[in-house]
């Protein structure tokens, strides 16, 4: 079946400029989670979805981002006002229902994005 | 907080050789542990995971990795390396308890030599 799916793959922007970046998460999967991947900070969470629960925003580096998830289904992460250290891959992942730590989770390609 | 040790971010064997990567998690109470496999240009593939069930972990592709409490460690092993296991690997933790999101090592660039 088909896999998380990340749109844009590629996005280059201008500092200052707000960007948004989306996720289709695997047909059925309740849990979506939001990390990124940079040079200077490895990979790190940022944000995470389970349900109709209220988000875990413990990741999210300042109040610039911000992310929804509209259904139940697909994931918006906004960046607003962006840095150059906003460059990075973000990477989106879901996994099964059941909510257990051990649900394996499911990685998108990643949306790489550059701010000039 | 919960976090994990990727021990060498570059490791080289040659083809047919062992593959060793190596992660320690530092908790007290064993967490959850995870090995991904990144490969260029692609999104993580999970490889194994521990679960508390086996110490001895068996994955994808001919990976295993054991869990050792008193060493706190949860190294990934293949017996025999191919060129196409040349990738990045990454140990990650999950804490028992409520957290679901995955607390990443930095990583260990895998190159396979002919």
């Known amino acids: 079946g088909a896999g998380v799916s990340q749109s844009p793959s590629n996005k280059v922007t201008e500092k200052g400029k707000d960007v948004e970046l989306r996720c289709d998460p695997i047909?059925?999967?309740?849990?979506l989670y939001w990390y990124r991947q940079s040079l200077g900070q490895g990979l790190e969470f940022l944000i995470y979805?389970?349900?109709?629960?209220?988000?875990?925003k413990s990741g999210l580096p300042s109040d610039r981002f911000s992310a929804e998830r509209t259904g139940g289904s697909v994931s918006t992460l906004t960046i607003q006002r962006t840095q150059q250290e906003d460059s990075a891959v973000y990477l989106c992942?879901?996994?099964?229902?059941?909510?257990?730590?051990?649900?394996?989770?499911?990685f998108g390609p990643g949306t790489r994005l550059t701010v000039l | 907080a919960q976090s994990v040790t990727q021990l060498g971010s570059h490791v080289s064997v040659s083809e047919g050789a062992l593959v060793l990567l190596r992660c320690n998690y530092s908790?007290?109470?064993?967490?959850?542990l995870f090995w991904y496999v990144q490969y260029p240009n692609q999104g993580l593939q999970l490889l194994l995971k521990?679960?508390?069930?086996?110490?001895l972990v068996k994955g994808i592709n001919g990976f295993e990795a054991e869990f050792k409490k008193s060493e706190t460690s949860f190294h990934l092993t293949k017996p025999s390396a191919h060129m196409s296991d040349a990738a990045e690997y990454f140990c990650?933790?999950?804490?028992?308890?409520?957290?679901?999101?995955?607390?990443f090592g930095s990583g260990t660039q895998l190159t396979v030599l002919p």
């Open positions: 992942a879901s996994s099964p229902p059941g909510g257990a730590p051990t649900d394996t989770q499911y």
């Open positions: 047909s059925g999967h309740t849990a």
């Open positions: 979805f389970q349900g109709n629960s209220a988000p875990d």
């Open positions: 908790s007290s109470v064993p967490p959850y």
């Open positions: 521990y679960t508390s069930a086996a110490t």
């Open positions: 990650a933790v999950i804490p028992s308890g409520s957290a679901r999101q995955l607390t």
